[in-house]
Protein backbone atom coordinates (compact mmCIF):
# COMPACT_ATOMS: atom_id res chain seq x y z
CA UNK A 1 0.00 0.00 0.00
CA UNK A 2 1.26 3.23 -0.86
CA UNK A 3 1.79 5.94 1.31
CA UNK A 4 0.30 9.78 0.62
CA UNK A 5 3.53 11.71 1.36
CA UNK A 6 3.58 15.30 0.41
CA UNK A 7 6.01 14.79 -2.56
CA UNK A 8 2.83 12.50 -4.24
CA UNK A 9 0.86 14.97 -4.01
CA UNK A 10 1.62 17.48 -6.13
CA UNK A 11 -0.25 20.63 -6.34
CA UNK A 12 -2.14 21.92 -9.82
CA UNK A 13 0.40 24.47 -11.58
CA UNK A 14 -0.36 27.69 -10.70
CA UNK A 15 -1.55 30.08 -13.98
CA UNK A 16 0.03 33.74 -13.91
CA UNK A 17 0.07 35.65 -11.44
CA UNK A 18 -3.00 38.23 -11.16
CA UNK A 19 -1.79 42.04 -11.30
CA UNK A 20 -3.62 43.56 -7.92
CA UNK A 21 -6.64 45.25 -9.18
CA UNK A 22 -6.62 48.99 -9.70
CA UNK A 23 -8.62 51.24 -6.60
CA UNK A 24 -11.41 52.49 -7.74
CA UNK A 25 -11.95 56.02 -8.69
CA UNK A 26 -15.51 56.52 -7.09
CA UNK A 27 -18.84 55.63 -8.25
CA UNK A 28 -19.74 57.28 -11.59
CA UNK A 29 -22.45 60.01 -11.88
CA UNK A 30 -25.86 58.05 -12.05
CA UNK A 31 -27.77 60.07 -14.74
CA UNK A 32 -31.27 57.83 -13.49
CA UNK A 33 -30.58 59.24 -9.80
CA UNK A 34 -30.20 62.39 -10.85
CA UNK A 35 -33.23 62.81 -13.04
CA UNK A 36 -34.91 61.50 -10.21
CA UNK A 37 -33.79 64.32 -7.91
CA UNK A 38 -34.35 66.81 -9.95
CA UNK A 39 -38.05 65.49 -10.61
CA UNK A 40 -38.76 64.85 -6.94
CA UNK A 41 -37.51 68.73 -6.54
CA UNK A 42 -40.31 69.70 -9.03
CA UNK A 43 -42.90 67.85 -8.05
CA UNK A 44 -42.59 68.68 -4.42
CA UNK A 45 -42.54 72.61 -5.56
CA UNK A 46 -45.79 71.68 -7.59
CA UNK A 47 -47.82 70.13 -4.88
CA UNK A 48 -47.11 73.85 -2.59
CA UNK A 49 -43.99 72.82 -0.98
CA UNK A 50 -41.88 76.32 -0.40
CA UNK A 51 -37.57 76.64 -1.14
CA UNK A 52 -37.85 77.15 3.00
CA UNK A 53 -39.65 73.67 3.28
CA UNK A 54 -37.22 71.67 1.41
CA UNK A 55 -34.56 69.85 2.68
CA UNK A 56 -32.04 66.83 1.74
CA UNK A 57 -34.38 64.47 3.85
CA UNK A 58 -37.15 65.17 1.76
CA UNK A 59 -35.63 65.38 -1.20
CA UNK A 60 -34.18 62.35 -1.04
CA UNK A 61 -37.22 59.93 0.08
CA UNK A 62 -39.28 61.67 -2.67
CA UNK A 63 -36.70 60.73 -5.31
CA UNK A 64 -36.32 56.94 -3.78
CA UNK A 65 -32.80 57.50 -3.32
CA UNK A 66 -30.18 57.65 0.05
CA UNK A 67 -29.12 61.43 1.12
CA UNK A 68 -25.51 60.10 0.54
CA UNK A 69 -26.52 59.99 -3.09
CA UNK A 70 -27.39 63.68 -3.60
CA UNK A 71 -24.60 65.45 -1.16
CA UNK A 72 -22.19 63.40 -3.91
CA UNK A 73 -23.83 65.52 -6.73
CA UNK A 74 -24.57 68.74 -4.35
CA UNK A 75 -23.01 70.33 -0.94
CA UNK A 76 -25.96 71.71 0.27
CA UNK A 77 -30.00 72.47 -0.76
CA UNK A 78 -29.17 75.58 -2.21
CA UNK A 79 -26.71 74.39 -4.57
CA UNK A 80 -29.23 71.76 -5.50
CA UNK A 81 -31.64 74.29 -5.88
CA UNK A 82 -30.03 76.39 -7.91
CA UNK A 83 -29.48 73.54 -10.28
CA UNK A 84 -33.27 72.97 -10.29
CA UNK A 85 -33.96 76.01 -10.91
CA UNK A 86 -31.37 76.31 -13.98
CA UNK A 87 -32.34 73.43 -15.50
CA UNK A 88 -36.05 74.59 -15.69
CA UNK A 89 -34.24 77.75 -17.89
CA UNK A 90 -33.31 77.52 -21.33
CA UNK A 91 -29.49 77.44 -21.51
CA UNK A 92 -27.86 80.57 -22.53
CA UNK A 93 -27.01 81.51 -26.27
CA UNK A 94 -24.09 80.74 -27.63
CA UNK A 95 -22.30 83.59 -29.36
CA UNK A 96 -22.21 83.30 -33.15
CA UNK A 97 -18.92 85.15 -33.99
CA UNK A 98 -20.85 86.63 -36.19
CA UNK A 99 -21.72 89.95 -36.02
CA UNK A 100 -22.26 92.15 -33.23
CA UNK A 101 -25.91 92.79 -33.83
CA UNK A 102 -27.16 89.35 -34.40
CA UNK A 103 -25.25 88.28 -30.95
CA UNK A 104 -26.84 90.91 -29.40
CA UNK A 105 -30.13 89.95 -30.82
CA UNK A 106 -29.62 86.53 -29.80
CA UNK A 107 -28.81 87.60 -25.88
CA UNK A 108 -32.25 89.69 -26.13
CA UNK A 109 -34.47 86.65 -27.82
CA UNK A 110 -33.09 84.49 -24.85
CA UNK A 111 -34.15 86.82 -22.58
CA UNK A 112 -37.87 86.94 -23.87
CA UNK A 113 -38.61 83.21 -24.23
CA UNK A 114 -36.94 82.92 -20.81
CA UNK A 115 -39.69 85.75 -19.69
CA UNK A 116 -42.17 83.29 -21.65
CA UNK A 117 -41.05 80.66 -19.98
CA UNK A 118 -41.53 81.93 -16.41
CA UNK A 119 -45.47 82.90 -17.03
CA UNK A 120 -45.60 79.28 -18.47
CA UNK A 121 -44.09 77.22 -15.97
CA UNK A 122 -45.75 77.72 -12.38
CA UNK A 123 -42.42 76.36 -10.98
CA UNK A 124 -39.98 78.80 -12.05
CA UNK A 125 -41.71 81.47 -11.71
CA UNK A 126 -42.41 80.48 -7.72
CA UNK A 127 -38.92 79.37 -7.58
CA UNK A 128 -37.35 82.83 -9.39
CA UNK A 129 -40.26 84.71 -7.07
CA UNK A 130 -39.02 82.99 -3.23
CA UNK A 131 -35.52 83.64 -4.16
CA UNK A 132 -35.87 87.14 -3.28
CA UNK A 133 -37.08 86.13 0.30
CA UNK A 134 -33.95 83.55 0.71
CA UNK A 135 -30.59 85.39 0.28
CA UNK A 136 -28.42 82.35 0.64
CA UNK A 137 -30.00 81.07 -2.60
CA UNK A 138 -30.52 84.11 -4.24
CA UNK A 139 -26.60 85.21 -3.79
CA UNK A 140 -25.90 81.31 -5.16
CA UNK A 141 -28.05 81.95 -7.97
CA UNK A 142 -26.82 85.58 -9.07
CA UNK A 143 -23.03 84.20 -8.75
CA UNK A 144 -23.80 80.70 -10.49
CA UNK A 145 -26.41 82.20 -13.24
CA UNK A 146 -27.15 86.10 -13.77
CA UNK A 147 -23.17 86.72 -13.52
CA UNK A 148 -22.59 84.58 -16.70
CA UNK A 149 -25.35 86.02 -18.24
CA UNK A 150 -24.41 89.98 -17.43
CA UNK A 151 -20.64 88.93 -18.97
CA UNK A 152 -22.20 86.98 -22.07
CA UNK A 153 -23.34 90.84 -22.67
CA UNK A 154 -20.11 92.43 -21.51
CA UNK A 155 -18.08 90.12 -24.25
CA UNK A 156 -20.77 91.55 -26.89
CA UNK A 157 -20.83 94.98 -26.07
CA UNK A 158 -16.55 95.21 -25.40
CA UNK A 159 -17.04 93.32 -29.09
CA UNK A 160 -18.80 96.08 -30.70
CA UNK A 161 -16.66 98.64 -29.32
CA UNK A 162 -13.29 96.95 -30.48
CA UNK A 163 -15.20 96.58 -34.01
CA UNK A 164 -16.49 100.45 -33.97
CA UNK A 165 -19.69 99.25 -34.22
CA UNK A 166 -21.07 100.91 -30.52
CA UNK A 167 -19.61 104.01 -29.55
CA UNK A 168 -16.29 104.28 -27.78
CA UNK A 169 -16.89 107.50 -25.45
CA UNK A 170 -19.48 105.67 -23.52
CA UNK A 171 -19.39 104.31 -20.34
CA UNK A 172 -19.92 99.89 -21.21
CA UNK A 173 -21.38 98.90 -18.00
CA UNK A 174 -24.13 101.84 -18.75
CA UNK A 175 -24.57 100.35 -22.88
CA UNK A 176 -25.17 96.65 -21.22
CA UNK A 177 -27.65 98.09 -18.98
CA UNK A 178 -29.39 100.14 -21.90
CA UNK A 179 -29.57 97.47 -24.61
CA UNK A 180 -30.70 94.61 -21.99
CA UNK A 181 -32.79 97.17 -20.06
CA UNK A 182 -35.70 97.27 -22.26
CA UNK A 183 -36.44 93.01 -21.93
CA UNK A 184 -36.08 92.74 -18.50
CA UNK A 185 -38.56 95.54 -17.65
CA UNK A 186 -40.97 93.16 -19.96
CA UNK A 187 -40.35 90.09 -18.23
CA UNK A 188 -39.71 91.06 -14.67
CA UNK A 189 -41.63 94.47 -13.84
CA UNK A 190 -44.63 94.58 -16.43
CA UNK A 191 -45.43 90.68 -16.40
CA UNK A 192 -48.28 91.23 -18.52
CA UNK A 193 -46.42 92.89 -21.46
CA UNK A 194 -46.07 91.05 -24.67
CA UNK A 195 -43.51 89.04 -25.07
CA UNK A 196 -45.05 86.93 -27.99
CA UNK A 197 -43.63 88.91 -30.91
CA UNK A 198 -40.89 87.21 -32.63
CA UNK A 199 -39.24 89.96 -34.10
CA UNK A 200 -39.51 91.57 -30.92
CA UNK A 201 -35.74 91.55 -30.09
CA UNK A 202 -34.43 93.07 -33.51
CA UNK A 203 -37.23 95.75 -32.47
CA UNK A 204 -35.13 96.74 -29.56
CA UNK A 205 -31.82 96.51 -30.52
CA UNK A 206 -32.66 98.25 -33.44
CA UNK A 207 -34.13 100.94 -31.43
CA UNK A 208 -30.97 101.03 -29.28
CA UNK A 209 -28.13 101.01 -31.79
CA UNK A 210 -30.14 104.06 -33.19
CA UNK A 211 -28.87 105.58 -30.28
CA UNK A 212 -25.44 104.36 -28.77
CA UNK A 213 -24.19 103.12 -32.71
CA UNK A 214 -21.14 104.60 -33.57
CA UNK A 215 -22.68 106.61 -36.93
CA UNK A 216 -26.05 108.68 -36.23
CA UNK A 217 -29.50 107.68 -38.17
CA UNK A 218 -29.52 109.04 -41.99
CA UNK A 219 -29.72 112.89 -42.18
CA UNK A 220 -28.58 113.11 -38.11
CA UNK A 221 -24.99 114.31 -37.10
CA UNK A 222 -23.66 114.50 -33.03
Not at 17 to 40: D, L, N, V, W
Not at 77 to 84: I, P
Not at 179 to 199: F, Q, Y
Amino acid sequence: MQTDTPAARRAPEAGPAKEPCAPRRGRPRSEAAEQAIFAAVEQLMEDGVGLAELSIERVAAAAGVGKATIYRRWPNMEALLVDVVARLEAPPPQLTGGSVHDDLVGMVDYMRKRGLAKRSRWVLKSALGQMNDWPELRAIYQERVVKPRRELVRTIVRRGVDEGVLRADLDQELVCEVLIGPILLRTILWDDAPLDDPGLAHKMIDAVLNGVGAHPPRGESH
